[in-house]
Nanobody
Framework: VQLQASGGGLVQAGGYLRLSCAASGSIFSMNLMGWYRQVPGKQRELVANMASGGSTNYADSVKGRFTISRDNGKNTVYLQMNILKPGDTAVYYC?????????WGQGTLVTVSS
């Protein structure tokens, strides 16, 4: 399984970005896809995830600003990030969990300037 993430970049506070992550390889129909983020010196934290059945989970810090969605036919998960804040600056990692195994993408940097 490989995860290819894209969409990071530099944006001003209040702006928006959309991240995409495409999974390839042996992808099973039941899985959990999502996004984590990490800043230097801190643990990686969950941003949002979405099960193949549609249920979602968000970190409190992004509720109301970020929206996760997915296209099961394309094995792709998206993260629409609105009203970005400098505190959202981090490397964002795509994650897939299926059959009790974890897979990670390469990370994409999101920088929000004040």
């Amino acid at each position: 399984v490989q995860l290819q993430a894209s969409g990071g970049g530099l944006v001003q506070a209040g702006g928006y970005l959309r991240l995409s992550c495409a999974a390839s390889g042996s992808i099973f129909s039941m899985n959990l896809m999502g996004w984590y983020r990490q800043v230097p010196g801190k643990q990686r934290e969950l941003v949002a995830n979405m099960a193949s059945g549609g249920s979602t989970n968000y970190a409190d810090s992004v509720k109301g600003r970020f929206t996760i969605s997915r296209d099961n036919g394309k094995n792709t998960v998206y993260l629409q990030m609105n009203i970005l804040k400098p505190g959202d600056t981090a490397v964002y990692y795509c994650n897939l969990i299926q059959r009790a195994r974890d897979y990670w993408g390469q990370g994409t940097l999101v920088t929000v300037s004040s």
